[in-house]
């Protein structure tokens, strides 16, 4: 997120004035921002605040509000293992737009709620690069079917569903509305207050 458009709080004190990020104030509160693109950055970020938050209290909850188009697989298996890791519960909130990797990211909370007009988007993994030798591209296909069944097995673990059942919805975009992922069990419930 760019620092020259994040919010920006006043609070008066008795040194005077005070002006800091709204991204602060939330992180006091224990809750992150993943409102943008799943990429290095993006997760870098994420990863040092759930870090530096179960460091400051290892079994109060965290909150992660996501509205993401998704991104790079790599960088969210990373975020998604952070997550997994550390001792603290997690809740996610969808807000908008849970896509791609930020689907992964949303499920693999251990709440997880989304607004009521907030939706889920759950596909195979893309081919980001192409071009070279036959060899470089064999060798690219037989990654990405690596990366489509760690994806499966991840999304099977958070849903409930099989292996199988998350290959057949990750063929094409399949898109699930709030009530859709809850039943789809990639939602625990619609909250319409945060």
Known sequence: MDIFN???????SSRGYDTFSILDDMLTDRQINCVSEIDEESVNSIILQL????????????????????????????????????????VTICMGMAASMASVIFAA???????????????DPRIT?????????????????KTRTIMAEILAECTGKTSDEILE???????????????FGLADEIITSL
Do not use: W
Request: proline share 5%; net charge negative.
């Open 51 to 90: 870090l530096y938050l179960e460091k400051q209290d290892p079994d109060a909850e965290i909150t992660i509000y996501i509205n993401s188009p998704g991104g790079s697989v790599q960088d969210g298996l990373a975020l998604f293992d952070v997550m997994k890791a550390i001792s603290c519960p997690i």
């Open 109 to 123: 909370g251990n709440t997880r709620k989304m607004l009521p007009h907030s939706k889920v988007m759950i596909h």
């Open 169 to 183: 919805n990750t063929k094409s975009d399949s898109y699930f509305t709030a009530e859709e992922a809850i039943e």
């Open 129 to 145: 690069k192409t071009g070279g030798t036959a060899l470089d591209l064999q060798t690219i296909s037989e990654n990405l079917m």
């Open 6 to 12: 994040t919010p920006r709080i006043v609070k008066e």
